[in-house]
């Protein structure tokens, strides 16, 4: 699955779990790697074990929430390697869960700007270069099993995967014609940051872990690498005739009857 040569790839959110994962698989399999993410040392982190395995990297501190950022992202990109071949939007929050009557319009706004404008927002500038290259391109975002499920306290979060699985069929029939593939996945439970303060996959007797394996068809949490072994085989040459999906990554969670 190795890339062609000289090929960059841009990696949102890849100061820790799917995306430091994808940044690194994206780096194994012969791309330039520009890792985006608010922190510097987590993902200065990242580039350092890129760059272990002998392969090149860079940095780029931004914050995803601001709009001004995500352009200046793109421009930074392509002054560091001339080009954008690969883009993978994983920069996200979880926002607050809770009942819809204990959140806040504020709560809405954050949780809304930093899962769903952003995209919208790299997804332009990605597009716009990668047009302007006409050499086509693939992106991947990440979205969630909760576009498609449901869970007590996640409406905002919900709201803003489900707007994503949404948006990916729209930007894939306008960019086909340009040779860009857009495709989103769908992660399941995942060991990463964000799963560990809800609940620790280290403990054979947590709760919140045995409640989500016992429903999961494969018996277990996924890791950030099984994500991003997805993302990085829709951005390859084996996935050309993919785009406009949604694609579960999620030990059959998903599957209709597996939370019976």
């Not at 959110?13 to 790697?33: D, M, P, T």
């Not at 929050?93 to 809405?108: D, I, K, R």
């Not at 576009?147 to 990916?168: E, F, N």
């Not at 620790?200 to 947590?206: E, I, K």
Request: charged share 20%.
């Amino acid at each position: 699955m190795n890339f062609p040569r000289d090929k960059v790839a841009l990696v949102t959110g890849g100061s820790s779990g799917i995306g430091r994962a994808a940044a690194l698989q994206f780096a194994k399999q012969g791309a330039k790697v520009v890792v985006a993410a608010r922190r510097e040392t987590a993902g200065n982190r990242t580039v350092e074990q890129i760059r272990q395995l002998g392969k090149e990297a860079s940095f780029v501190q931004t914050d995803v929430s601001q709009p001004a950022e995500i352009e200046a992202l793109i421009q930074k990109t392509i002054a560091l390697y001339g080009q954008l071949d690969y883009a993978f939007n994983n920069a996200g929050t979880e926002g607050v869960f809770a009942p819809m009557t204990q959140l806040t319009e504020a709560n809405w706004d954050r949780t809304i700007t930093t899962n769903l404008k952003a995209v919208w927002l790299c997804l332009k500038y990605e597009i716009e270069q990668m047009i302007a290259q006409g050499t086509g391109g693939a992106i991947v975002n990440t979205s969630s099993w909760l576009a498609k499920g449901g869970l007590l306290g996640t409406t905002i979060y919900s709201a803003s995967k489900g707007g994503l699985d949404g948006m990916v069929r729209a930007a894939a029939l306008e960019c086909a014609q340009h040779g860009i593939r857009i495709n989103n996945v769908n992660p399941g439970i995942i060991d990463t940051e964000m799963f560990r303060r809800f609940g620790n996959p280290d403990d054979p007797n947590d709760a919140v872990v045995q409640a989500f394996t016992h429903h999961i068809p494969l018996k277990r949490l996924g890791s950030s690498e099984e994500v991003a072994e997805a993302v990085v085989w829709l951005c390859s040459d084996a996935a050309t005739y993919i785009t406009g999906e949604t694609i579960s990554v999620d030990g059959g969670f998903a599957i209709p009857g597996s939370r019976n």
